[in-house]
Structure formats: structure tokens, C-alpha cells
């Protein structure tokens, strides 16, 4: 999973060079962040990072490593969104600039609703950006999101200038890696 996470932080990065976002001390909001390989990458160039899982083990994985490398500006959370919001009020006052969501979005439960909460946690011209597998009805057992759903989903929560496409092309484990990448602007 670290090639796939430096992968999505390459692609991020590439957004950031062509002006679509600002990773520079940004406050950053990462949605499903597993055990945050993410949100330590992120963590060099924001200013800090919310990083919200439901699960207690990989949370627990991510404190581990905020303690062990001195990660001062990120903060894991192991609750869904709406308990974290109530449990830690301080961490939602002040909008965030960019909401990550790698990998997660394909798995809600109601993965709109999901994306009109996260992008009222963004301040006006923030950046929502997710990166889910192409979903693929022939595969027998289809599982991610369809580019079409991305973009519904995106429109719906009110984010402009939406762009769905696949993110990077890469190998891990032997197999090629092309997942979806879904933007849009508050």
C-alpha cells in the first residue's frame, strides 16, 4: 500500500504544481485514512492534518507513528465523521483548505450524503479530492465507483469545476494500479 500512497501523493502533487491546489500550509482534512501513509506524506507540506478513520486498530497504527516521527501537525482520529465533529469541536471550527478521501469513497455506505458533508467542512474555494477504483459490473463483483458517479456525486455536493479521470498508472504487488481521481472546487 505504500506505492499505491506515493502514488496518490504524486498525483496530488501534481495538482499542486499546476496551480489547482495549495498544499503549502493548508489545513487538511483526511477522510479513510487507514494508517495514515497519506496523511504523513501530507503532513510536510501542510500546515496541519485531521486525519478521520472508523477504524481503531489502523488509527492506533498512525498515533503510533505521529509519536514515533514527531508528526506535531497531525491529529488521528478513530471515529465516523459526525462523532469526530461532536468529540473534537477545535478540529472543525476553522474550514479546511483540501479533503482527501483515497480509497474509501467506493465503500460508504451512502457515498453522497458522505461528499456534501465533507465539502461543507471546506472553505470557499477549497479542494475536494478523492482517489476510488473504477467500478467494473463485468468483473463478477463490482466494487469502487464509476467515473459517472464520481461526478454525480461531486455536482450534487455543490463543488464547481469537477474533473474525473484516472489518477496515476502504476505497479504494486505485480498488478497495475488505475485508479480514479474525482476533484472539484468549493
Not at 16 to 36: H, Q, S, V, Y
Not at 79 to 105: G, N, Q, W, Y
Request: glycine share 10%; proline share 4%; with cysteine.
Amino acid at each position: 500500500m505504500r506505492a499505491y500512497s506515493e502514488a496518490a501523493f504524486a498525483s496530488l502533487a501534481r495538482l499542486d504544481e499546476d496551480g489547482w491546489l495549495n498544499l503549502d500550509g493548508a489545513r487538511i482534512l483526511d477522510f479513510g485514512c487507514g494508517t495514515g501513509l497519506l496523511a504523513e506524506r501530507l503532513s510536510k507540506p501542510a500546515k496541519g492534518v485531521v486525519a478521520i478513520d472508523t477504524s481503531v486498530e489502523m488509527v492506533h497504527v498512525l498515533n503510533d507513528k505521529i509519536k514515533k516521527r514527531g508528526l506535531d501537525n497531525v491529529r488521528g482520529i478513530a471515529k465516523p465523521i459526525d462523532a469526530a465533529m461532536a468529540s473534537h469541536p477545535r478540529l472543525f471550527e476553522e474550514p479546511f483548505d483540501i479533503v482527501t478521501c483515497s480509497s474509501v469513497c467506493g465503500f460508504l455506505e451512502d457515498y453522497p450524503t458522505m461528499v456534501r458533508t465533507l465539502s461543507r467542512l471546506l472553505r470557499p474555494g477549497g479542494a475536494f479530492v478523492q482517489w476510488d477504483w473504477d467500478s467494473d459490473s463485468a468483473s463478477g463483483e463490482p466494487s469502487g465507483l464509476t467515473r459517472s458517479q464520481i461526478e454525480a456525486a461531486l455536482g450534487a455536493a455543490g463543488l464547481r469545476d469537477v474533473w474525473v479521470d484516472v489518477a496515476f498508472d502504476a505497479e504494486c504487488e505485480g498488478q497495475r494500479m488505475r485508479p480514479l481521481l474525482g476533484r472539484g472546487i468549493r
